[in-house]
């Protein structure tokens, strides 16, 4: 019997050797930054402690339903307080990065009601107001809706408060009559007193005060780009953009010590996952709170009605199909649909340039066709005459344009265009270059000096054999790297280049431009749930390489108009 006890002894004690052992290795892991490992080592051991460190491994890991599970189990062990103490305000972090408010504002409550003093008691109480300070009014309705605590309650409404309008108060003053039995009335005077009518809670309150975030939270930025072999035509343009998105964050993360940014990338261009699973993914799995991507318009037609459906922003760089956001109240154009290209131009011929009476000659089921359009109306609602309206199909005609350019002549006497001041030929496509070639040979021979407008391919196309030194040529632009101010420029170049040992192509201009677009809105909200209205609302915002605005459109409003000089 003496031998069983001593070999029972004996494995007891190599086992708690074993599991200290484990412990304090996986604690140093943990340390180093090391989660992943450290994760695993905490994972064999069923102590609270240990449970505690596996909940704090998956959380620093992002895996935060897993880091949830251990925590649970550790803030049920009472009897070790300090760990049940820093595994219960783990816990309401957790819960809080999983967007379930109510269950972390319980978790924060039961600690920060706790008896005595001590760190996580004191840090549970100021982490709990500032999430009361947070929440959105839909958030707030749904905590109030779930939670099962009168106190809770009390202080959702007590938050209210200066944070929503007087009207929107007043409900949630009468939602906490009418659902909670048991309160103390007195608590409830001095707020009644405030709503009392709009004009006291407007002279008390003042300026609505906007959502203000808990201090180290944690965003996340869903990128779906195609991944594309090193050989490939599309290699730069998407391994660019994500570069471009990458320095973004990685700036902001270096510049803000009180919240962070993780990015997490899904590859579109994989045959294991369609449009449709990547962003499904980037949603269940890896819970974004915005998305940038896709690259291309038919894949931006899935997210624009996956958008809508999750209610998360999403942000296409390049994409610029007119009818992509059309369905979508949460998707937006960074690129400038062919639409807003000509109805700037319309506005800037007409206001800027004076112009008065034009021209508008475009191929047809082309972009330019959408461009030409837009143009002649906006034009017309500012009082231009169009004289001339061309969209034909010039490939079925060999793309010979003689027929209609010959009403521009200022020659032919059968032809002649009374008062024409301008043309608008937004070509598009492959054959851009040979149907402005064709229009300037066709004007320098009746000796034509009308203004030109046109689309970006007008910049690309080698005009230095023209003869028309009397003719102006404007052309629409979307991106722009040229606008960049110096100093911001060359800090960007030099930091791409030490960061990724290349220069910077225009797509990673973008790429960068794109995130500090979104991380600026949302610098400026503080709160995912209002990033949508953030965005929509923009008026100003000036990157690198393109400006935008949106200004209740779901499309980037602001392109570049530039001339081409002799």
Avoid: C
């Amino acid at each position: 019997m003496k031998k069983i006890f001593a070999l029972l002894f004996l494995y007891l004690f190599i086992s708690s050797t074993a599991y200290s052992q484990n412990l304090e290795v996986g604690k140093t892991l943990f340390q180093n930054g090391d989660y992943e490992r450290s994760a695993r080592y905490f994972d064999q051991i069923s102590t609270p402690e240990a449970q505690l460190y596996s909940g704090k491994s998956y959380y620093s890991l992002g895996m935060l339903l897993k880091a949830k599970h251990y925590l649970n189990l550790a803030a049920q062990q009472r009897n070790a307080e300090e760990t049940y103490m820093e595994a219960q305000y783990t816990l309401g972090i957790v819960n809080f990065q999983l967007k379930d408010f109510s269950a972390s504002l319980n978790d924060l409550y039961i600690l920060k009601e706790a008896r005595g003093n001590s760190l996580y008691k004191n840090k549970a109480d100021i982490l709990y107001k500032q999430i009361l300070a947070y929440l959105s009014l839909s958030q707030l309705n749904d905590v109030f809706n779930r939670t099962t605590s009168d106190s809770i309650k009390l202080d959702l409404l007590n938050s209210s408060l200066g944070r929503f309008e007087f009207t929107e108060v007043k409900t949630i003053l009468n939602k906490f009559e009418n659902t909670v039995v048991n309160y103390n009335q007195s608590d409830l005077n001095q707020i009644k007193e405030f709503l009392s009518d709009s004009l006291t809670y407007r002279q008390r309150y003042g300026v609505i005060q906007p959502s203000k975030a808990p201090t180290g939270i944690l965003y996340k930025l869903g990128v779906a780009l195609p991944h594309f072999d090193y050989e490939s035509n599309e290699y730069e343009i998407s391994q660019h953009l994500y570069f471009g998105i990458q320095l973004a964050i990685e700036d902001f993360n270096s510049s803000h010590s009180n919240k962070k940014v993780f990015l997490k990338y899904r590859d579109t261009n994989t045959k294991l996952s369609t449009p449709n699973e990547v962003y499904n993914q980037l949603v269940w799995e890896d819970e974004v709170d915005a998305i940038i991507g896709p690259l291309f318009s038919e894949e931006a037609m899935i997210f624009s009605k996956l958008s809508q459906e999750y209610a998360i922003p999403t942000v296409t760089p390049l994409a610029n199909s007119i009818s992509l956001s059309g369905d979508s109240n949460y998707l937006f154009q960074l690129n400038p649909t062919f639409a807003v290209h000509g109805k700037k131009m319309a506005q800037y011929a007409v206001t800027t340039l004076g112009l008065d009476t034009l021209a508008v000659l475009a191929e047809k089921n082309t972009p330019g066709e959408t461009a030409a359009y837009a143009f002649q109306n906006e034009a017309q609602k500012l009082g231009a005459v169009i004289q001339h309206f061309f969209v034909e199909d010039l490939e079925s005609q060999g793309y010979s344009i003689l027929e209609y350019t010959s009403m521009f002549s200022k020659t032919d006497t059968a032809n002649v265009a009374e008062g024409l001041k301008a043309i608008y030929a937004p070509f598009t496509g492959a054959v851009s270059t040979s149907l402005i070639q064709s229009l300037l040979t066709d004007l320098e021979a009746s000796r034509s000096d009308y203004v030109i407008l046109g689309s970006e391919e007008w910049k690309d196309t080698d005009l230095s054999e023209r003869r028309l030194p009397a003719t102006s040529i404007y052309y629409s632009q979307s991106f722009n790297t040229a606008n960049a101010t110096a100093p911001k420029k060359d800090e960007f170049l030099t930091s791409f280049k030490i960061r990724f040992q290349t220069e910077p192509n225009q797509f990673a201009y973008i790429g960068y431009d794109t995130a500090n677009l979104i991380l600026k809105v949302l610098s400026d909200v503080q709160n995912p749930d209002y990033l949508k209205e953030g965005l929509r609302n923009l008026n100003q915002f000036n990157g690198l390489s393109t400006k935008v605005s949106f200004s209740g459109y779901h499309v980037n409003q602001v392109i570049d108009i530039n001339s081409i000089t002799n």
